[in-house]
């Protein structure tokens, strides 16, 4: 077993304080929601709550933003421009998920410090971070003081409008705090993943150990496969 580092100290520190906020907005959001049905906590506190998290979201965001646009790390987020290769190296996966780990099989995706998504994730991960959350983040805004932003609002169809985009987005999100977990214990056991998350570190199983390739001593002979990349 190696370690290569793939989650750098501001990338974790963002991860987990989104993780915490996000629950937080789901929380108070199904209590300003359904007022009256669910009693969590008083209504007021659920909105003053709800708005000062989501604003500690936006800001959690950028640092995330600029972070991996001014630095190498925004290469692991690059879309595969193949079209062809992409949704080869998709339906791979997806038959991994599906079929392919009940039996034991190997991830058909390795993991490096560049190269740290899956084809399935890498999308999903582009449009959940660059399209759905900006989108949230501006209703949300727009619905915080609807008089400051009238002129907006209406030029986006009014607040039902605004509000239905925003729920369901919100539904898009709840569903994704369940399945986001669910993926997270698919690695070789079922904490790798989440321990990564605190270490930066990530446990690959040897490529010779993997496929049957290679000889000792040299575990890369006689497979396509590149080194592991160790960089941080």
């Known amino acids: 077993m190696q370690k290569i580092y793939i989650h750098p100290l501001p990338v974790r520190i963002w991860h987990w304080i989104n993780a915490c906020g996000f629950i937080a907005m789901l929380i108070t959001g199904v209590q ?16 003053i709550l709800h708005n000062w998290v989501g604003f500690v979201l936006i800001g959690n965001f950028f640092i995330w933003f600029l972070y991996y646009l001014f630095s190498d790390k925004i290469k692991v987020y690059h879309p595969e421009l193949n079209p062809v290769k992409h949704y080869r190296d ?7 998920y599906g079929y392919g780990i009940f039996k ?3 991830n058909p995706h390795h993991v490096s410090a560049y190269h740290k998504f899956n084809p399935m994730q890498s999308v999903s991960y582009q449009i959940i971070m660059l399209l759905l959350v900006p989108i949230q983040f501006f209703t949300g805004l ?9 002129t907006m609002v209406e030029l986006f169809g009014g607040v039902r409008v605004v509000d239905t985009v925003h ?14 977990p669910y993926l997270a214990t698919l690695g070789h056991t079922p904490t790798a993943h ?15 150990r993997i496929t049957g390739e ?8 006689g497979s396509n496969r590149e080194p592991l990349d160790r960089s941080p």
Request: no cysteine; net charge negative; hydrophobic share 50%.
């Open 214 to 221: 290679g000889e000792p001593g040299n575990p890369f002979k």
């Open 104 to 106: 034991g099989d190997p």
């Open 194 to 208: 989440i321990k990564a998350m605190f270490t930066g570190y990530e446990e690959i199983e040897d490529a010779a």
């Open 32 to 47: 300003i929601r359904y007022v009256g049905q669910i009693d969590l906590m008083a209504f007021r506190n659920a909105v």
């Open 142 to 150: 727009l619905l915080w003081d609807i008089q400051r932003f009238s």
């Open 90 to 96: 998709s339906l791979r996966q997806l038959v991994y």
């Open 167 to 180: 729920v369901l987005i919100f539904i898009v999100f709840a569903g994704f705090i369940f399945i986001h």
